[in-house]
């Protein structure tokens, strides 16, 4: 890649860069915001969901995974279309079927119907979400601005899980649990009229304008098995027949899209992007971070309103300081950046969250949120938001404008892929583990025993979340060097310091 690829202006219908940039980067935030958020403002109201519409406890994951799934699914579609029929179109289509499906989550009447919603959700965010990153990364041409508004970015994306299980539990206990789904109608609305009105148009320079439908169902079909197999192997038994079919269709399904990829003229990805070391690194590593953080909100959440009997309002409050958290961390990480590297601060984030992770594998069953939970939470909140404004930078930062949007599909979807096979794997394991304990007793017995289990499956989920995001620090650490990153840092500095 050239410095002129990443430095290039992007090409508007009109030919001319929009000078409204930090406007546009509060509408792209925005939508963000309301995509992220719904990542994690279910968990609160997960219990009252379940009751309003008879879940059962296997299928409950299901109202989390179903968007994960498909918005982790259809990510790497959306951030190529977005290249080639327009980013703000695509940014325009998205909010607009974000918000309707919104609106069909909070009118659901069967159990049914929201797994399909939340799917739905999941579809517009998979348009709406590179699109959003792919417009500031070729609005923001400047590296030292672009590093502020990625600052920005990480912060709404980390920041929103946070918000979103503090919106749950307020609007559950308040209103109901339909509420949580309503409210991004209002604002999906404001979003659209502002991005018709101050967004211009952008797309990339390519001769062609087709898409690799083949790529996107085939990764879409072997994730889904994927997640599908590791969900239901608690109940099929890890080494049963179903549990390995599953596991050999997805493999089968993946390795048909590489070899689709390697075949198609036009392909959904292309493979010679994984040459930037920066990028496939900062993704991989993404995805294993991100496949412990999900499954650390869901756990965490479980534990304040089930262990320690916190209402759904409470319960979203004890969360407030993970926000103001990943705030702090997310504008530290953006001095640190000139002072010790892009590297070295995402390794020391990503080891600080992973020292709350730990912490938090020690939750009591008769423990309180100020001497057991707090402790754990804020050193991981940090730590996350000192993490992701880095590995965005390492993400996006090495391609020109026309990988603009693959690279931010490819970046969004190691996050919600990875959050997906997280929780999928850590609900497994908790649920194993709290099986195990139980097996055997009857009567007074299994009904003492119960909470101490439930514990018990907690902290195995939370040991098991801190190795995911230790590998990811030690992957980081071992496989970038500092040449890798030299560009990066040097257009941080002042440009007296750069061209001294």
């Given at each position: 890649?050239?410095?002129?690829?990443?430095?290039?202006?992007?090409?508007?219908?009109?030919?001319?860069?929009?000078?409204?940039?930090?406007?546009?980067?509060?509408?792209?935030?925005?939508?963000q915001?309301?995509?992220?958020?719904?990542?994690?403002?279910?968990?609160?109201?997960l219990?009252?969901?379940?009751?309003?519409?008879?879940?059962?406890p296997?299928?409950?994951q299901?109202?989390?995974?179903?968007y994960?799934?498909?918005?982790?699914?259809?990510?790497?579609?959306?951030?190529?279309?977005?290249?080639?029929l327009?980013?703000?179109?695509?940014f325009?289509?998205?909010?607009?079927l974000?918000?309707?499906?919104?609106?069909?989550?909070?009118?659901?009447?069967?159990?049914?119907?929201?797994?399909?919603g939340?799917?739905?959700?999941?579809?517009?965010?998979?348009?709406?979400?590179?699109?959003?990153?792919?417009?500031?990364?070729?609005?923001?041409?400047?590296?030292?601005?672009?590093t502020?508004?990625?600052?920005?970015?990480?912060?709404?994306?980390?920041?929103?899980?946070?918000?979103?299980?503090?919106?749950?539990?307020?609007?559950?206990?308040?209103?109901?649990?339909?509420?949580?789904?309503?409210?991004?109608?209002?604002?999906?609305?404001?979003?659209?009229?502002?991005?018709?009105?101050?967004?211009?148009?952008?797309?990339?320079?390519?001769?062609?304008?087709?898409?690799?439908?083949?790529?996107?169902?085939?990764?879409?079909?072997?994730?889904?098995?994927?997640?599908?197999?590791?969900?239901?192997?608690?109940?099929?038994g890890?080494?049963?027949?179903?549990?390995?079919?599953?596991?050999a269709?997805?493999?089968?399904?993946?390795?048909?899209f590489?070899?689709?990829?390697?075949?198609?003229?036009?392909?959904?990805?292309?493979?010679?992007?994984?040459?930037v070391?920066?990028?496939?690194?900062?993704d991989t590593?993404?995805?294993?971070?991100?496949?412990?953080?999900f499954?650390?909100?869901?756990?965490a959440?479980?534990?304040v309103?089930?262990?320690?009997?916190?209402s759904?309002?409470?319960?979203?409050?004890?969360?407030?300081?993970?926000?103001?958290?990943i705030?702090?961390?997310?504008?530290?990480?953006?001095?640190?950046?000139r002072?010790i590297?892009?590297?070295?601060?995402?390794?020391?984030?990503?080891?600080l969250?992973?020292?709350?992770?730990?912490?938090?594998a020690?939750i009591?069953v008769?423990?309180?949120?100020?001497?057991?939970?707090?402790?754990?939470?804020?050193?991981m909140?940090?730590?996350?938001g000192?993490?992701?404004?880095?590995?965005?930078?390492?993400?996006?930062?090495?391609?020109?404008?026309?990988?603009?949007?693959?690279?931010?599909?490819?970046?969004?979807?190691?996050?919600?892929v990875?959050?997906?096979?997280g929780?999928a794997?850590?609900?497994?394991?908790?649920?194993?583990?709290?099986?195990?304990?139980?097996?055997?007793?009857?009567?007074?017995?299994?009904?003492a025993?119960?909470?101490?289990?439930?514990?018990?499956?907690?902290?195995v989920?939370?040991?098991?979340?801190?190795?995911?995001?230790?590998?990811?620090?030690?992957?980081?650490?071992?496989?970038?060097?500092?040449?890798?990153?030299?560009?990066?840092d040097?257009?941080?500095?002042?440009?007296?310091?750069?061209?001294?």
């Amino acid at each position: 890649m050239t410095d002129t690829a990443i430095e290039a202006p992007p090409r508007t219908e009109s030919g001319q860069r929009s000078s409204n940039r930090w406007l546009i980067l509060v509408i792209a935030c925005l939508a963000q915001f309301m995509v992220v958020l719904d990542a994690t403002v279910v968990n609160v109201a997960l219990p009252s969901i379940q009751k309003g519409l008879h879940f059962s406890p296997s299928s409950l994951q299901w109202v989390v995974n179903a968007y994960t799934l498909v918005f982790g699914g259809f990510l790497l579609l959306g951030g190529r279309a977005g290249d080639l029929l327009g980013r703000r179109r695509l940014f325009v289509i998205g909010v607009a079927l974000f918000s309707a499906a919104s609106l069909l989550n909070g009118l659901a009447q069967t159990s049914t119907m929201l797994i399909v919603g939340r799917g739905l959700q999941g579809l517009g965010g998979a348009l709406l979400s590179p699109a959003a990153l792919s417009i500031i990364t070729t609005t923001f041409t400047d590296q030292a601005e672009r590093t502020k508004a990625l600052g920005v970015w990480s912060a709404i994306a980390a920041g929103g899980g946070a918000v979103g299980l503090v919106m749950g539990g307020a609007l559950t206990q308040l209103a109901s649990w339909e509420w949580i789904f309503i409210v991004n109608v209002p604002v999906g609305l404001a979003t659209l009229l502002a991005t018709l009105r101050f967004v211009p148009e952008s797309r990339a320079d390519l001769q062609h304008r087709t898409f690799d439908l083949a790529g996107a169902v085939t990764v879409t079909a072997g994730l889904v098995v994927l997640v599908y197999a590791i969900v239901k192997a608690q109940a099929f038994g890890w080494g049963s027949a179903r549990t390995i079919g599953l596991i050999a269709a997805s493999l089968i399904l993946l390795a048909g899209f590489v070899a689709i990829e390697q075949r198609s003229a036009h392909p959904l990805i292309r493979l010679s992007i994984f040459r930037v070391k920066t990028l496939t690194v900062a993704d991989t590593v993404l995805l294993l971070v991100a496949s412990g953080l999900f499954g650390m909100f869901f756990f965490a959440s479980l534990y304040v309103q089930e262990i320690l009997g916190y209402s759904p309002l409470r319960a979203g409050l004890a969360f407030l300081p993970v926000t103001g958290g990943i705030v702090v961390g997310a504008g530290i990480a953006q001095q640190l950046i000139r002072r010790i590297g892009v590297r070295n601060v995402a390794v020391f984030g990503i080891g600080l969250a992973t020292v709350g992770l730990v912490i938090l594998a020690g939750i009591p069953v008769h423990g309180t949120y100020a001497a057991d939970l707090l402790p754990g939470l804020l050193p991981m909140s940090i730590g996350m938001g000192l993490t992701f404004v880095p590995i965005t930078l390492m993400a996006t930062g090495g391609v020109g404008e026309n990988d603009a949007g693959l690279a931010s599909g490819l970046f969004n979807t190691a996050q919600q892929v990875g959050g997906s096979l997280g929780l999928a794997i850590l609900s497994t394991l908790a649920a194993t583990r709290t099986t195990d304990l139980l097996s055997g007793l009857h009567g007074q017995a299994l009904f003492a025993a119960s909470t101490a289990a439930k514990v018990s499956g907690y902290r195995v989920a939370f040991v098991a979340a801190a190795i995911m995001l230790g590998a990811g620090a030690l992957l980081l650490a071992a496989t970038i060097r500092r040449r890798d990153v030299e560009k990066l840092d040097v257009n941080q500095l002042a440009p007296s310091a750069a061209t001294a």
